[in-house]
């Protein structure tokens, strides 16, 4: 089966779950940015929770479907509709719209496209489709490093995608509450380099609203808000970041590593995102608020097993 | 030192003290241990340049065996015995007269220095296969660039701080360039995709 780029839409990407435990030869994990919404994306069509789909960002690809299929869009609503050509014509105004389900697995027909739009909510989509996206697999993982052009498919107008075979899905809906906030609360365990913020700083972090920049991709999002202060300069001997880590430089205003991270950093960080709430911060948009709520180790895992429990039991079988 | 911190809920970080030489061959000899030992909870095991990441899978508890491994006083030495690699650079970087100003001495020396030293891979880190190189000559260490440039071309041979460094890649970059090389330093499709490994050795020979 395959795929036809018409549009690609700012930066749409092919992602999985990502590929886990290179960083000792500096290999981020990559991956799709809310991992739940991809999760559920590929248990609609009936794929692998781990099955490579497609993340777009801020507004979304066209994509035309050459065969049959069975496809899903999950993560924050997108402005989406399927497009029919009336009598084979090439022309806008002659196809015939309908607006695409969202948490909802839906059949295509062969020549029938989907036209992903401008986001109606947060910043990050995601389309599965049957069979999954099949581009060569780096280090086990079909996802797409943007910043070291590692492993994946950055999508470009004209590209073809694979997508492995299957068109026998039963529908699926997922009943799942948006994601998305435009004031968003993220958890963060303080720590490690407390040392390097005067004594308050850290405080701060946590009882000030932080704003969204416009510097903000799968690498990481700079926020803006009370600056920290630091007691030194802000570089430390490079060492190993997690994903969500908040580093700080000069400027006293926190970055949050994402996905696409560098695998280690020489700026002190003063706390790190609590991996449950990881897929909140992905969708995030420019302008939008973020504040953070202290958390331990123990309750951000307490978080991600309820997360683990509770996305499956939202899908279900349509009649 | 055997304490370590947590970095969120999923990084265990132990750090070591001392000169940076005698600190980073103990970060890799604890790192190559707790990677040699597989404990099924831990996803990744990452040194850096004094310390060494152990990171956890999702919702993963640390086991006590982990803990205790990661307390433990580290072997006496990496189980990387170093290879030594040498590294055709051709030293016509365009910072190399930026560099000797800010160290007020010649060019020439600059170059002569870079390429008469040793250096050791303390760590992978920054972008696949990016080593940073231990064992630079004091009379060069500069700080980074005030202001990154958009795009470094990849087999740029490099310095900053205490580090000399090579990009495998074109990418956005504060390090002070010195030189090229043609040298391919990642290739996904090679076994190992990274040339270098911490503890490798490195000697640049002027092309």
Same mark, same amino acid.
């Given at each position: ?23 000792? %030869? ?87 496209? %989907? ?31 943007? $910043? ?13 995608? $694979? ?25 963060? %365990? ?130 | ?130 080593? /940073? ?33 090579? /990009? ?11 030189? /090229? ?27």
């Amino acid at each position: 089966m395959t795929l036809l780029v018409m549009h690609a839409g700012p930066l749409s990407t092919v992602q999985d779950l990502g590929r886990i435990g290179f960083g000792s %030869i500096g290999v981020a994990p990559s991956g799709a940015m809310d991992p739940w919404a991809l999760r559920t994306a590929n248990a609609l069509v009936g794929n692998d929770d781990g099955a490579a789909a497609i993340e777009f960002t801020m507004s979304g690809p066209t994509i035309a479907f050459e065969d049959d299929a069975v496809v899903a869009l999950s993560g924050s609503r997108f402005d989406a509709a399927i497009l029919r050509s009336v009598s084979g014509s090439a022309f806008e105004r002659d196809v015939d719209a309908a607006p695409a389900p969202h948490q909802m697995s839906f059949r295509l027909r062969a020549g029938e496209t %989907i036209r992903i739009g401008p986001t109606l909510s947060g910043a990050r989509g995601y389309l599965a489709v049957r069979g999954g996206v099949e581009v060569d697999e780096i280090f086990g993982s079909r996802s797409t490093q943007v $910043a070291a052009g590692l492993g994946g498919r950055v999508l470009k107008q004209g590209d073809r995608l $694979a997508t492995g075979a299957g068109v026998d899905a039963p529908t699926r809906r997922a009943r799942t509450t948006s994601a998305y906030k435009s004031e968003q609360r993220l958890r963060a %365990i303080p720590g490690p380099q407390r040392e390097i913020f005067v004594a308050g700083s850290i405080e701060r972090l946590f009882s000030s609203p932080y704003k969204v920049t416009t510097n903000a991709d799968r690498t990481g999002i700079r926020l803006e808000g009370a600056a920290m202060e630091l007691t030194t300069i802000p570089d430390i001997d490079p060492e190993g970041v997690v994903v969500g880590a908040l580093q700080v430089p000069a400027d006293g205003q926190p970055i949050l590593l994402c996905n696409d991270r560098p695998t280690t950093g020489g700026y002190a960080k003063v706390a790190t995102v609590i991996g449950a709430d990881m897929h909140l911060a992905a969708h995030v948009k420019p302008g939008d608020t973020v504040r953070f709520e202290v958390s331990t180790p123990d309750a951000a895992r307490a978080a991600w097993r309820d997360l683990e429990d509770s996305w499956r039991a939202a899908i279900e079988d349509v009649e | 030192m055997t304490g370590w911190v947590w970095q969120g809920e999923r990084g265990l970080l132990r750090s070591f003290d001392g000169p940076l030489a005698e600190a980073n061959a103990v970060a890799r000899a604890a790192s190559d241990s707790l990677r040699a030992a597989v404990f099924p909870e831990v996803a990744d095991v990452v040194p850096g340049a004094r310390t060494v990441l152990v990171e956890l899978r999702p919702g993963a508890e640390p086991s006590d065996a982990l803990v205790r491994a990661i307390e433990a006083e580290p072997p006496k030495a990496a189980i990387n015995a170093g290879r030594l690699h040498e590294i055709a650079v051709k030293y016509d970087g365009e910072d190399v007269a930026a560099i000797a100003a800010l160290r007020r001495i010649r060019s020439e020396d600059v170059i002569e220095l870079h390429a008469s030293a040793e250096y050791t891979v303390a760590f992978i880190g920054f972008q696949p296969g990016f080593p /940073y190189l231990i064992g630079l000559p004091e009379q060069l260490v500069v700080p980074r660039l005030s202001s990154p440039r958009v795009k470094v071309e990849w087999g740029s041979v490099a310095i900053a701080g205490e580090y000399s460094g090579i /990009y495998p890649s074109d990418t956005p970059g504060g390090w002070r360039l010195l030189g /090229y090389t043609d040298t391919v330093l990642f290739d996904p499709a090679r076994t190992p995709a990274a040339l270098l490994a911490p503890g490798d050795r490195v000697r640049f020979v002027r092309a």
